[in-house]
């Protein structure tokens, strides 16, 4: 009895080790460029913007293909719906970006959904006025 209490465990162990694994390797990016590889340029969680707007890439990078042929990004400011931004990807891609240009200072908290309806990843970015 005990093998199979200790074997249970083992696999838990296992499982959630798998899953752990699997939620962190998607990542959103934010930065002022993606280079040719699919790597950010300049990352950051924080930029200024001049009061005429100002732009900055999102970048998602999976650790496989996406299957999809468009993905959302749902976008938050403050904790406020703000705006849905839709991208078309190719489904070998395993990662992709979008250009996105700000207008108001705020911290901005975006959502990236698959053609499922599942959620890839998400992350926060603070936009500030100079």
Known sequence: M???KLFALVLAAFIMLAFAG???AQSLYFCEGVDDSGYPIT???VF???SKGGYLYTLVRLPYSIECRSVRIE???NG???NTIYID???SW???WKKITFYKAGTYTMYVYDCFDYKLTSGSVKIQIK
């Open 75 to 77: 976008i938050y400011r």
């Open 94 to 96: 395993t990662w992709f």
């Open 22 to 24: 699997k939620a962190e």
């Open 43 to 45: 990352e950051s969680s």
């Open 48 to 50: 200024n913007i001049s």
């Open 89 to 91: 990807t190719e489904k």
């Open 80 to 82: 406020n719906y703000d």
């Open 2 to 4: 005990e093998k199979k």
